[in-house]
Structure formats: structure tokens, C-alpha cells
């Protein structure tokens, strides 16, 4: 295989809090997940570069996300509601640098699931779970500056705060400044 380079894929992976459980999306997803996506709050923080319309929810779960475990980019994950087993949000990674063994997370929440800490108890669960079973060393999320909410749950979560990073981003067609926040093997001390 001289000259060639093999593609990782992202580990297949379940996870389970009290709860939530995070798991690949399928497509029965699609519903709630084009509902997810097209919550005007979701939609104000997509980081989409521009107002290319709704997310296909099918596509969503099952082109786009194997598409991205075929790059070794990352995947898509549901947030599905322990008690009633709803599919109440998304998790996907994305920038997986597999040498450095890091990757990114962003996560969307169905507008009844907010508030309640599941999108920072699934964004914590899962960045266990790559860390200690999957041997990441680290996990990011980058959050616009004014998504509060999305700060809270980097805070809640557990992610530490490094610094903002300059015209780094796009939400809906704009360019912003990100935060980036991270957690790292250390964190689980």
C-alpha cells in the first residue's frame, strides 16, 4: 500500500446516561431530526455558510452520516429520550484529526428537550466514551459568542474554556468569531 493511506472511521458507538442514550442515527431519525433542524432557534446557530434551506432529516441519518464515517470525519449521533425513547436531539463530530486524536462535537436540541440538561449530560457521555473506550485525547466544541445556551452546556458538560478563536466560523451565512472549549483525558481526574 505504498503512495496509499487508509481512512479511519469514526468507532461505532453506543452510550448511556441515566437519561439519554447516544446512538448512529437510522433512518426512522428522520422525522424528528427534520424537526430538530427546522426549530427556528436550531436554525439560528446552524453553522451553515449559508441560508441553504432545511436540513434533510433522511439524508441527514443515513447519506450525510456515512459519508462522514467513510471520510473518517466523524458521525451523527441520536439523543434519544430515556423515558418515552423520543429522539430529542443530534450529536455530530466532525474535524477528526486521528493523529492528534481529537474531534469536534455540535449538537442540536428539540425545542421541549431544552433546559433540562440532556444536551450537556449526552455531550459529556460521549466525550467519555471516546476518550476512555476509543482513545481520544481530546474533544472540542466551538460555540459562537452570544449562543448562551451552548455555553451552558460546554459548562455543564465539563469543557474547560481556552480563548476565542478570530473569524474562525459561519452561522448562517456569516462570518463569526467561535469559543473554543475542550475536554481532554486530564478532565476525567
Known amino acids: 500500500m ?14 448511556s446516561t441515566p437519561r439519554t442514550e447516544v446512538r448512529r442515527h437510522t433512518a426512522r431519525d428522520a422525522d424528528p431530526v ?16 449559508d441560508e441553504s434551506g432545511q436540513i434533510d432529516g433522511l439524508a441527514w ?4 452520516a456515512r459519508q462522514r464515517r467513510d471520510s473518517g470525519d466523524g458521525d451523527h449521533f441520536a439523543v434519544v429520550r430515556r423515558e418515552d425513547a423520543r429522539v430529542v436531539g443530534c450529536l455530530w463530530t466532525r474535524r477528526t484529526d486521528w493523529g492528534a486524536r481529537l474531534t469536534e462535537v455540535s449538537y442540536a ?3 421541549e428537550a431544552r433546559g433540562y440538561g440532556l444536551a450537556a449530560e449526552a455531550v459529556l457521555a ?11 485525547q481530546r474533544v472540542e466544541l466551538r460555540v459562537a459568542p452570544g449562543n448562551v445556551a451552548s455555553r451552558r452546556v460546554a459548562e455543564k458538560a465539563g469543557f474547560s474554556y481556552e480563548g476565542l478563536l ?24
Not at 2 to 15: E, H, N, S, Y
Not at 61 to 64: A, G, H, I, P, Y
Open 61 to 64: 441519518c443515513t447519506d450525510l
Open 126 to 136: 460521549l466525550a467519555i466514551a471516546l476518550i476512555l473506550e476509543h482513545g481520544f
Open 166 to 189: 478570530r473569524n474562525a466560523g459561519y452561522v448562517r451565512g456569516n462570518r463569526v468569531d467561535l469559543e473554543l472549549w475542550s475536554f481532554v483525558t486530564a478532565d476525567l481526574r
Open 109 to 111: 436540541m428539540a425545542p
Open 2 to 15: 505504498i503512495g496509499q493511506v487508509a481512512v479511519r472511521r469514526f468507532p461505532d458507538l453506543t452510550v
Open 34 to 49: 427534520s424537526g430538530i433542524f427546522a426549530d427556528r432557534l436550531t436554525q439560528r446557530w446552524l453553522p451553515l455558510a
